[in-house]
């Protein structure tokens, strides 16, 4: 999978820049993440982890906005109130409640690679809906990232004896 990765990313690479290594750390957390996420939610309720997360996170958004002087104003927040709901209860909240019921229900690697499926999957409708056409590159990740997913969700339990 990583070697899709890598495909994709070859063309385009000049040099590492502070935002790539940002986004390799963020992606290295996930897995931890959704491990401790697995873990609690044998305790508690999707909601209720969602609700602590939520909480935690907020007032370190609101800081770090502050921090880069981004304001926005209380028209701003009611001329974006219907999307910022739409997309924050129905898009966000509820693909993560299904998230974390998901890894509640089978192993965060397994759902990982299940969801590794987005890519190609990402691509395909760009190309159905938008007519986007795939670059060679592109085609040429999807073959690795499938056979990883293939390879990182096959059960790997031995077969009972009789």
Known sequence: MLIGVLIVLYPNTTKLHLGDLLILMATLIAPLGNYFQQKARQTVSSEMILFVRSSLSTPVVLILAHLFKERCSLTDLKSAAVFILIN??????????????GIHRISVTKS???????????????????????????????????????????????????
């Not at 924050?88 to 998230?99: D, Q, R």
């Not at 390879?151 to 009972?160: D, E, G, Q, V, Y």
């Open 88 to 101: 924050g209860l129905l898009l966000l909240g509820f693909s993560k409640i299904l998230w974390v019921e």
């Open 112 to 162: 990982n690679a299940l969801a590794s499926i987005e890519p190609p999957l990402t691509l395909l409708f760009a190309w159905l809906i938008l007519h986007n056409i795939p670059t060679l590159f592109q085609l040429l990740s999807v073959v690795p990232i499938f056979f990883g997913m293939v390879l990182l969700s096959m059960n790997k339990s031995p077969a009972p004896r009789t």
